[in-house]
T-cell receptor, first 111, second 112 residues
Framework: GEDVEQSLFLSVREGDSSVINCTYT??????LYWYKQEPGAGLQLLTY?????DMKQDQRLTVLLNKKDKHLSLRIADTQTGDSAIYFC???????????FGKGTTLSVSS | KAGVTQTPRYLIKTRGQQVTLSCSPI?????VSWYQQTPGQGLQFLFE???????NKGNFPGRFSGRQFSNSRSEMNVSTLELGDSALYLC???????????FGPGTRLTVL
């Protein structure tokens, strides 16, 4: 079956690293994404990784993929108050469509 | 490039009515997908259109339909509205050879 699980909340202090975790159940998924949603806004693509990769780094963001455990994580270095938002993990079998989303992790950053 | 635009941004309807939402993709993108976001069910895929044809479909009743025009603009229609249709409807576009989707700001539909 298709299911994406995320923890609901994460609270960190400004300057710390944040790690948001996600597990998925369908090993056929080819693409794995991280999106950010701020209040009242749509989804902003942060980064994505192909299922044949283990890691991807993009400025403050690092994505790690453990295919054996079907575990995906997003690390945000030097977290800022502007990073406070809901972060969604998503999987897809087909590029650019039919994303299956987790319920989202609310990241709260305190100064 | 301009991003994905959706109109209207807010809509209030009553039960039993129908509604049409519009989405204009990023210039050059030919794939348009629609998603429903609710507090209870989260983000759920409705359907995708590519070159005026429905290419993928999620698990929603037939009251939810869509279409795409030759300029890649897409509309989504919901007939016989129910209270549970209250949601944020998000549209996303993708380029032909792209791996990612880019989302619009959404249309907030409230059904009374």
């Amino acid at each position: 079956g298709e299911d994406v699980e995320q923890s609901l909340f994460l609270s960190v202090r400004e300057g710390d690293s944040s790690v948001i975790n996600c597990t998925y159940t369908d090993s056929s998924s080819t693409y794995l994404y991280w999106y950010k949603q701020e209040p009242g806004a749509g989804l902003q693509l942060l980064t994505y990784i192909f299922s044949n990769m283990d890691m991807k780094q993009d400025q403050r963001l690092t994505v790690l993929l453990n295919k054996k455990d079907k575990h995906l994580s997003l690390r945000i270095a030097d977290t800022q108050t502007g990073d406070s938002a809901i972060y969604f993990c998503a999987e897809s079998f087909q590029a650019g469509t039919a994303l299956i989303f987790g319920k989202g992790t609310t990241l709260s950053v305190s100064s | 490039k301009a991003g994905v635009t959706q109109t209207p941004r807010y809509l209030i309807k009553t039960r039993g009515q129908q509604v049409t939402l519009s989405c204009s993709p990023i210039s050059g993108h030919r794939s348009v997908s629609w998603y429903q976001q609710t507090p209870g069910q989260g983000l759920q895929f409705l359907f995708e259109y590519f070159s005026e044809t429905q290419r993928n479909k999620g698990n929603f009743p037939g009251r939810f339909s869509g279409r795409q025009f030759s300029n890649s603009r897409s509309e989504m229609n919901v007939s016989t509205l129910e209270l549970g249709d209250s949601a944020l409807y998000l549209c996303a576009s993708a380029p032909i050879s792209g791996d990612t989707q880019y989302f619009g700001p959404g249309t907030r539909l409230t059904v009374l």
